[in-house]
């Protein structure tokens, strides 16, 4: 079965890093588009990165842009979010999302937590 399992979440300083994984199984991953979202408490589910089935085309939300680098491994069935200057603001769930090109059919993960805070 098709499965997007998150990790790499913990609590990060005020301007620390942080590297989020996503490990896929279960369906093709390299005909899939990756999303990350985050959700944090009282706020609506946001949008904050993209990155289309061969790795080439990368998009990011202006609130992580320039802070936030999202990449993938074909091989290893891998989706990466690397976190540099991190922001209390950040604090959220993460989720992965796969999604089919073309088409609203897709898979989702269960989260990870990022908390940012001295």
């Known amino acids: 079965q098709v499965q997007l399992v998150e990790s790499g979440g913990g609590l990060v300083q005020p301007g620390g890093s942080l590297r989020l994984s996503c490990a896929a199984s279960?369906?093709?991953?390299?005909?899939?588009?990756m999303n990350w979202y985050r959700r944090a408490p009282g706020k609506e589910r946001e949008w904050v990165a993209s990155?289309?089935?061969?790795?080439?085309?990368?998009n990011y939300s202006d609130s992580v842009k320039g802070r936030f680098i999202t990449s993938r491994d074909n091989i290893k069935k891998m989706l990466y979010l690397e976190m540099s200057s991190l922001k209390p603001e950040d604090t959220a769930v993460y989720y992965c999302?796969?999604?089919?090109?073309?088409?609203?059919?897709?898979?989702w993960g269960q989260g990870t937590q990022v908390t940012v805070s001295s």
């Open positions: 279960g369906f093709v991953f390299n005909n899939f588009n």
């Open positions: 999302n796969a999604i089919y090109p073309g088409t609203s059919s897709g898979y």
């Open positions: 990155i289309e089935t061969t790795g080439r085309r990368k």
